[in-house]
């Protein structure tokens, strides 16, 4: 495992914000590196409105894409990592040890909003990338501390 440095998350200023800027598409790209996507990944906003969402249209190789921009749930950010540099402030690689050979990790930049796109349908609240937000609302039941009240309720069958 390795782990992940949140310090540069806390200062807004010291990292790139992505939002709106973030796409997620419904394919692999096997290329890791800088790429002029703005050149050819041009969306732009289609007349179509669904569920109180504007829809947007792309095309990537060919293929027409359908998309909406979401915002993260209240409470939730994204954050682009990279691998921490091991070199110093001048440059120098540091010293390392048997300890330090698991990767570290680094905030690079942060977004709040990002567009989900679908290759033959529109966007909808039934997309699995939408429904997938369920989650967070389980997740927040499931490590929620329990207090006395909630087991006295339990006990009583729910009637407080």
């Known amino acids: 495992m390795g782990t992940i440095d949140l310090r540069a998350a806390a200062d807004e ?26 050149h050819y990944f041009k969306p732009k906003s289609s007349e179509v409105e669904i569920d109180g969402v504007r829809t947007e249209e792309a095309h990537f190789r060919g293929r027409k894409l359908q998309g909406a921009t979401i915002s993260l749930p209240s409470g939730y950010s994204g954050f682009v990592l990279g691998q921490a540099s091991n070199r110093n402030a001048n440059g120098k690689r540091k010293a390392s040890s048997l300890t330090e050979e698991k990767p570290c990790w680094e905030v690079k930049a942060k977004f709040d909003k990002m567009t989900y796109w ?12 939408l ?16 207090t006395v009240e909630d087991l006295v309720a ?4 729910g009637k407080g």
């Open 118 to 129: 679908n290759h033959d349908s529109l966007p909808s609240k039934d997309d699995t990338f």
């Open 13 to 38: 200023n010291s990292i790139a914000n992505l939002s709106s800027q973030v796409h997620q598409l419904p394919c692999c790209i096997r290329f890791e590196g800088p790429a002029q996507v703005s």
């Open 131 to 146: 429904r997938s937000f369920h989650w967070f609302n389980i997740a927040e039941a499931l490590h929620k501390p329990v």
């Open 154 to 157: 339990v006990s009583h069958g």
